[in-house]
């Protein structure tokens, strides 16, 4: 089965508001995200190629949510090729 590698860095994180933003990464596609995560809505922009990455991309953020921090950066395995 294929696989790809998206690549997540966090720019922002607020705690008192409920949101973490920050950009994305897989094959050769690039997006900005904000999770809002008390209120389970999560933006990602660019259009070009977001049903790709959104429904990875939420699971991954609320597995890790505790653990992100703003700078970091961090990867997980998409079963599809970019």
């Known amino acids: 089965m294929p696989e790809t590698t998206a690549y997540v860095r966090i720019t922002q ?6 949101e973490i933003a920050g950009e994305v990464r897989a094959g ?3 997006w900005e995200f904000q999770w809002c995560f008390r209120q389970g809505y999560l933006s990602v ?8 990455i959104q429904e990875p991309l939420g699971r ?5 949510d505790y653990q992100l921090e703003p700078g ?3 990867a997980f395995t998409i079963r599809a090729e970019l």
Request: overall charge negative; glycine content about 12%; charged content about 30%.
């Open 72 to 74: 970091g950066d961090y």
């Open 45 to 52: 922009k660019p259009s070009a190629g977001r049903a790709l």
């Open 60 to 64: 991954f953020l609320e597995r890790w």
């Open 28 to 30: 050769e596609f690039e």
């Open 13 to 18: 994180q607020s705690w008192q508001q409920g």
